[in-house]
C-alpha cells in the first residue's frame, strides 16, 4: 500500500516523528519498518526522523505485507451498496433495516462483506448499527486509517444523529437521559437501565414533529452503548414502534433510522457531514 497525503492548513507544525506517532497512530513495529527502508517521504525526498513538517508538504508512506498482512474475508453483493460518501481512505453508505452491520461466522455475509466486495477490497467496521436499524455506516477502506477512525469515535468527535419515531406524546422539546446500561441477565440479547452496576450512557433527544399518540425524535449519542437509544426511551415510557425487544407489537420494522453522520477527516481536516433518507422509514412516518 502507498498513500499521499498533503499536510493540511490548520495542522500545527511537527516531526515527522510526531506525525507518524501522535496523529496517525501508525504502530511502533511499523513505524521501525517505515524507517529502517526509508519508506516515508515529504515531497519526494528522503527526511530525517526529527524533520519538521508543514501545510503543504507531500507526505508519501510505503507499507508493505508485513506492515499490514492482508485481511481477508468472503466478499459479498457489490450491488446491494448504497454509497453515501467515499475517497481513497473511507466510505460511508446506507444500511438498509434486516441486515448485519458485520457478520458473526466466517461463511455469513453481512454489510461489510458487501461493502468490500463493493470497494474491492477487505474493509474495517469503526462503528456498527443494529441490523434492524437503517442509516449511515462508516467503514475503513484500509488498517492504516482505522485506529485513527477509532480515536474520534473515543473521542466523541463523531457525531451520529438518529430519528426515532417513539410511541407516545414525548413531552419536553429537549432531553437528556444519562442513566447507565447495563446487560439484562434474564435475556442475553436485552440490556436494561443499571444505575448501580451499568456502563455510563449518555443521549440527547430533541422533539422534531407530533403525530396522533407518537412523536418522531432526534437523538444524538455521547456514548456508544449496545441498544442505548433503545433502552433510553423505552425506560423513560418512550419505547420506540415496531422495537422487538423493548416495545413488542405488530410494525414493519424497528423505526429506528442512523439520519446524520458528522466528523472532520483526520487527513483533509475538512468538515464531512452526510445525511441519509429511508424510503421505509418515511413510509413509517405516515
Known amino acids: ?57 507531500v507526505i508519501t508512506l510505503i507499507f508493505d505485507e508485513e506492515d499490514y498482512p492482508q485481511k481477508s474475508i468472503l466478499m459479498g453483493n457489490a450491488s446491494l451498496v448504497e454509497e453515501l460518501y467515499q ?17 458473526n461466522e466466517p461463511t455469513e455475509l453481512a454489510l461489510l462483506n458487501h461493502v468490500s466486495a ?19 455506516v462508516l467503514f475503513a477502506k484500509n488498517p492504516f486509517i482505522l485506529p485513527i477512525l ?16 417513539v410511541q407516545g406524546a414525548f413531552p419536553q422539546k429537549r432531553q437528556i437521559y444519562t442513566d447507565k ?17 451499568g456502563q455510563y450512557a449518555e443521549t440527547h433527544i430533541s422533539k422534531l414533529k407530533e403525530f396522533e399518540n407518537k412523536t418522531l425524535v432526534s437523538c444524538q449519542l455521547k456514548t456508544g452503548r449496545t441498544h442505548q437509544i433503545r433502552v433510553h426511551l423505552a425506560h423513560h415510557g418512550y419505547p420506540i414502534i415496531g422495537d422487538p425487544l423493548y416495545n413488542p407489537q405488530k410494525a414493519k420494522r424497528l423505526m429506528l ?3 446524520r453522520l ?20 418515511e413510509k413509517g412516518l405516515i
Not at 463493493?118 to 449511515?136: F, I, M, P, Q, W
Request: hydrophobic fraction near 35%.
Open 150 to 165: 477509532n480515536r474520534l469515535l473515543e473521542n466523541k468527535e463523531i457525531s451520529r444523529e438518529y430519528w426515532a419515531l
Open 1 to 57: 500500500m502507498q498513500f499521499t497525503i498533503t499536510i493540511p492548513q490548520g495542522l500545527p507544525e511537527m516531526t515527522v516523528k510526531e506525525l507518524l506517532e501522535e496523529h496517525f497512530l501508525i504502530p511502533r513495529k511499523i513505524r521501525h519498518f517505515l524507517r529502517i527502508k526509508k519508506h516515508v517521504l515529504v515531497n519526494q525526498h528522503p527526511i530525517n526522523w526529527q524533520s519538521q513538517v508543514h501545510p503543504a508538504d
Open 181 to 197: 446500561i447495563g446487560r439484562d441477565r434474564h435475556d442475553r440479547r436485552k440490556r436494561l437501565v443499571d444505575n448501580k452496576n
Open 257 to 259: 433510522h442512523a439520519h
Open 87 to 103: 475517497d481513497e481512505h473511507i466510505t460511508i453508505v446506507n444500511k438498509p433495516e434486516g441486515m448485519k452491520t458485520h457478520a
Open 262 to 281: 458528522t466528523f472532520t477527516h483526520p487527513f483533509t481536516l475538512e468538515k464531512i457531514s452526510v445525511e441519509v433518507s429511508s424510503q421505509s422509514f
Open 118 to 136: 463493493y470497494v474491492g477490497n477487505t474493509c474495517y467496521v469503526v462503528h456498527r448499527l443494529d441490523k434492524e436499524t437503517s442509516g449511515a
